[in-house]
């Protein structure tokens, strides 16, 4: 890890509107993120990116120690809300330059819905859009958003999955026994390589 790059521009706030759904991915209004993840969670719409580089090793980020939910937890490369009008393709973008610095061509794997409790301080409810791609590029953190990054190898992902599951975000998990199960193939087709 490096930090000779970074910044810390403000980005998100938890009176951004984000975009309510139901089970089928209908939109059914909006809410303000502080709200969406209140209590139990308002099922909202989400999305998670895996960025991986030249030699297939996965970009991973540690969350910020400010965060509500999850801090300091490693979890996958960005992951975030498309916000109230907000099309899908320009939220990836938008907020993997404002977390990474990065540019990266991302290909849509597959969405579903989940539910994380943490505790008194709130819950994930979302309805997760999962997309993966490469870059050549090295990130350039904002540290707003992120305490730290790595690349590391799917093998010693894995390993350290089961070595040490307590330390990542608990949709990062899913997703990922997702990636390397169900979605492989699709995952190798879009990063051109195999893990």
Not at 7 to 34: C, N
Not at 51 to 58: C, I, P
Not at 171 to 180: G, I, M, T, V, Y
């Amino acid at each position: 890890m490096t930090r000779r790059q970074t910044s810390h521009r403000i980005v998100s706030s938890e009176d951004e509107p984000l975009i309510l759904v139901d089970s089928a991915d209908r939109e059914v209004g909006v809410l303000p993120k502080a709200d969406c993840h209140d209590g139990d969670g308002v099922l909202h719409r989400a999305f998670s990116l895996f960025v991986f580089n030249s030699e297939g090793a996965l970009l991973l980020q540690q969350r910020q120690a400010d965060k509500r939910l999850w801090p300091l937890f490693w979890s996958n490369s960005c992951c975030s809300h498309p916000r109230a009008g907000e099309a899908m393709p320009l939220a990836i973008r938008r907020r993997l330059e404002q977390e990474l610095g990065l540019t990266a061509k991302l290909g849509f794997l597959y969405k579903f819905e989940y539910v994380a409790h943490f505790g008194d301080a709130g819950t994930e409810h979302e309805l997760c859009w999962v997309y993966a791609g490469t870059t050549a590029a090295q990130p350039v953190i904002n540290t707003s958003e992120i305490a730290a990054w790595r690349w590391v190898a799917p093998a010693d992902l894995d390993a350290e999955l089961v070595a040490t599951p307590d330390v990542f975000t608990p949709w990062f998990k899913l997703e990922w026994h997702a990636l390397r199960d169900t979605y492989r193939t699709r995952l190798e087709q879009l990063t051109r390589h195999s893990g």
